[in-house]
């Protein structure tokens, strides 16, 4: 079931994007973000903003996201410095405040803006990197080449941007060298049409990566993209033949092309999700992380792989390495704070949610799992409080449940978890199992368990270090479930 905790956060984070961020009214004025004490990211840090298309034809309007898109990809092999991920960067593709503004944002120093034109058969494409502080221009570039010579464009843009970095462009991921220049826009349009983040444009997505693999077999880059999308919406019951076959699409472009970082992530994901092979999952995600150390999202799925296996150190520095990256997904700060819970560290837990909350008091889950941290402190009155504020209806029945029990108000927690059984028992059995398992009844928390084990509840993959089950760690019961599962009872 999705809403399991850690892996509702994970989807939210992978397939609905980073959720809105809430600017204050004075972080449209330049003098605000001029004030002492404005932190713009580490020195060297930079963003790839989305590049201008206003001066191109409309049906070339998709290079505006898809060529900032590949460059990001590019520069995903380097752990430093500090890119930006689209995700952050892309939120600003409209609307579009002062550097100064946008930089506080995304906490860089400097920014890559671009601006396409052209009357659609030979493109120019100028950039400029801008300090964000103040806006100065700090370099700038211009290149023109006929429309089928994308690639080659592709490839100056990142020759510029690794050379005012300071990298060598050898270490970039490489692009795919592909003779058509058809199936380079069509991949091209796939990445953009990804960044609408809406089931119609994934759908469309698709379309154009098949339609490339269909054309060149050995785009590998499609290839993933192809497999990604089918793995992340997957017909049935998540068993059909379909996603079989997109899983083994992974894993022979990760044999063939074993320097694709996203194919060994979304393997990684795939043998999390589906086949719940703890070991191998840890080990493509580890595969990935050396190739694409600096890509939030290969972060965030060893992040998941890695909390299953109940190494909390090594999550925290792993998803801090993606807020970093990419500081608008708030979906990540909410993985953070539970993977602190489940440390131990509940203040450190506070902590992130009270930033999340203060970037988007409503995203869902937010009140909910600080709900949790006042439980786990004994603060239930404040609990209960908090459970009052969350606006995603699920979490806050949810912890409204836990928060009644634990203030001896029975009758209304019962009458609650009945309402919650009713109307989502048949997939959310893993958090029916929590609220037993916290209210003290070992039997029902066993039971329940048991229920979500049927109905292939994702939550099953947070059972190593959840606080809310260390009351059944005598139980025999338990411990058979816990090995049968695939976790380690150390």
């Given at each position: ?21 809430v ?11 001029r ?57 600003f ?6 550097p100064e ?5 995304l ?16 493109l ?24 089928e ?10 020759r ?20 058509e220049?058809?199936s ?18 994934g ?5 154009r ?19 990604a ?7 049935g ?17 990760s ?22 092979d ?9 595969s990935?992380?050396?190739?694409l ?38 979906a ?24 999340l ?46 928060a ?13 978890l ?21 209210r ?30 260390t ?20």
């Amino acid at each position: 079931m999705i809403t399991s905790l850690g892996v509702f956060v994970f989807w939210l984070l992978l397939f609905k994007g980073p959720g809105p961020v809430v600017l204050s009214p004075d972080e449209g004025s330049g003098a605000a973000a001029r004030q002492p004490g404005i932190y713009y990211g580490p020195s060297g840090s930079i963003a790839v903003l989305p590049f201008q298309t206003e001066a191109l034809p409309a049906d070339l309007a998709f290079l505006g996201t898809a060529v900032p898109a590949v460059l990001l990809r590019q520069l995903a092999s380097l752990d430093s410095p500090q890119v930006t991920a689209g995700t952050s960067s892309f939120f600003f593709r409209e609307d579009r405040p002062p550097p100064e503004i946008v930089g506080q944002r995304l906490q860089v120093s400097r920014l890559l803006e671009g601006r396409f034109s052209g009357d659609g058969g030979s493109l120019e494409l100028a950039v400029r990197i801008v300090r964000s502080r103040d806006g100065e221009e700090l370099n700038s570039s211009t290149w023109t080449q006929p429309r089928e010579r994308l690639p080659e464009l592709q490839r100056q843009l990142a020759r510029f941007v690794a050379e005012i970095v300071n990298a060598d462009a050898e270490l970039l991921t490489p692009l795919y060298e592909t003779a058509e220049p058809e199936s380079w826009e069509a991949f091209l349009q796939g990445l953009h049409l990804q960044t609408e983040r809406t089931a119609e444009s994934g759908r469309a997505a698709q379309a154009r990566f098949l339609r490339v693999v269909e054309a060149e077999p050995g785009f590998s880059d499609a290839q993933v993209e192809l497999a990604a999308g089918r793995l992340a919406f997957p017909d049935g019951d998540g068993r059909s033949g379909g996603l079989r076959a997109a899983i083994e699409q992974l894993e022979q472009v990760s044999m063939q092309d074993r320097e694709n970082g996203r194919a060994h992530a979304w393997l990684a994901w795939a043998r999390h999700r589906y086949d719940k092979d703890w070991a191998r999952a840890e080990s493509a995600a580890r595969s990935a992380l050396e190739r694409l150390p600096g890509d939030p999202q290969v972060l965030n799925i060893a992040a998941l792989a890695l909390f299953t296996r109940g190494e909390f150190e090594e999550v925290e520095d792993l998803l801090r390495r993606s807020i970093a990256r990419d500081p608008l997904n708030l979906a990540t700060r909410l993985r953070l704070g539970l993977a602190l819970e489940f440390r131990g560290d509940n203040e450190g837990a506070l902590s992130v949610y009270r930033t999340l909350a203060s970037l988007n008091a409503d995203f869902p889950g937010v009140h909910a799992f600080r709900a949790r941290i006042k439980l786990l402190q004994g603060k239930a009155d404040s609990a209960l409080a908090e459970s009052e504020k969350e606006n995603d209806p699920f979490w806050r029945r949810y912890a409204q449940i836990l928060a009644l029990f634990e203030l001896d108000r029975g009758d209304e927690a019962e009458e609650l978890l009945q309402q919650m059984i009713e109307e989502d028992g048949d997939h959310a059995a893993y958090q029916v199992a929590e609220i037993q398992a916290r209210r003290g009844d070992a039997d029902l928390a066993i039971h329940w368990l048991e229920k979500a084990r049927e109905q292939n509840d994702r939550g099953l993959a947070e059972l190593v270090g959840n606080p809310f089950f260390t009351g059944l760690a005598g139980d025999s019961r338990w411990r058979e479930l816990v090995v049968a599962l695939g976790h380690s009872l150390d």
